[in-house]
């Protein structure tokens, strides 16, 4: 890393009064220059209850756009403004429309990994940890459109016996996963516990001995009664994995299970983006106020 970026990054970011945010899945040399490090909603309410006038969220666009929901008056900065998510993409808010007019009485619920747009046309917003719930804070008698993740919509099924109406998004990195990669991995590390994402496959959640949130992940690994684990996630999640419990062994699961779009940051984008603070994240006033309203009563209920 070199000493000189990360000086020139420290300077404007004192200059800038910012705050530098990122994701679990980066880059190890942008998580270590972050203030904080963690999942995506963790992260915006973080940031928006600090008194930075400016946050850089090293991450895709839907979470900058979620810490601009969470903080109107800051200014946010992506340092890449084409690290989008291909599963918040799978919906777009016109499919959104169509959908509701066929179910007029359903509530949506929508996996915050989705666009301002889409967020602003759900009921309720929800993460990968507090999904069942949220769906069992739906009232019985309603019926549920889950976007636009189906393997966490299904798995959100399993858990809570709630039938819900699926849209078929998925991420494409975690569907790398297989299950003969986690039984590869087994015969290596016979006394491994297996953490998996529930936006994995269900074959792999299946055979998970957790199924967890980025965050819920550090902490499981805290609790289990054994010191080896096999992460089916994206691979930038070994690095704060590590950091976490630097007595314990993490093997991801697959190597394949690299986020193209995560891995756009870097630092010395990261340093362009805090030199000119571009590209900032705008979200129309109507969208986010709506928007917000959805993650708002996710919180309500979580
Ligand atoms: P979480 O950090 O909310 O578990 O999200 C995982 C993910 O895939 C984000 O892109
Ligand atoms: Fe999107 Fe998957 Fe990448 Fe997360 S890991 S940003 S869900 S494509």
């Given at each position: 890393m070199s000493q000189d970026v990360v000086e020139k990054i420290l300077r404007l970011k004192a200059q800038h009064n910012a705050v530098i945010l990122a994701h679990n899945y980066q880059i190890p040399e942008v998580q270590d220059i972050a203030d904080f490090v963690g999942d995506s909603l963790g992260l915006s309410q973080t940031a928006a209850e600090t008194?930075?006038?400016v946050i850089i969220f090293c991450g895709v666009h839907f979470m900058a756009e979620t810490a601009k929901i969470l903080s109107p008056n800051k200014r946010v900065i992506i340092p890449?403004?084409?690290?989008?998510c291909p599963m918040a993409n799978m919906i777009m808010a016109r499919q959104l429309v169509n959908l509701k007019s066929k179910h007029p009485d359903a509530v949506v619920v929508c996996y915050v990994n989705s666009t301002a747009e889409v967020k602003a046309l759900s009921d309720y917003c929800c993460t990968s940890a507090n999904g069942p719930q949220v769906v069992q804070a739906v009232p019985e008698e309603k019926e549920i459109i889950f976007i636009p993740d189906q393997y966490l919509g299904s798995w959100v099924m399993k858990q809570t016996g709630r039938e819900m109406i699926l849209w078929d998004g998925y991420c494409p990195t975690h569907h790398r996963i297989l299950p003969e990669h986690i039984m590869q991995q087994k015969q290596k590390h016979p006394n491994a516990a297996v953490i998996a994402h529930p936006e994995c496959i269900p074959a792999v959640t299946d055979i998970a001995d957790f199924v967890m949130s980025t965050s819920g992940m550090i902490k499981a690994a805290e609790e289990a009664d054994t010191d080896e684990f096999i992460i089916a996630t994206e691979i930038g999640m070994l690095n704060p994995l590590k950091k976490a419990h630097p007595d314990k062994s993490f093997y991801p699961a697959?190597?394949?299970?690299?986020?193209p779009n995560m891995k756009l940051n870097s630092l010395e984008k990261l340093l362009w983006s805090m030199e000119d603070l571009q590209p900032e994240i705008s979200v129309p006033e109507d969208i986010r106020q709506k928007a917000q309203t959805a993650i708002d009563r996710m919180i309500s209920i979580t």
């Open positions: 008194d930075a006038d890449d403004k084409n690290a989008g697959t190597e394949l299970a690299d986020c």
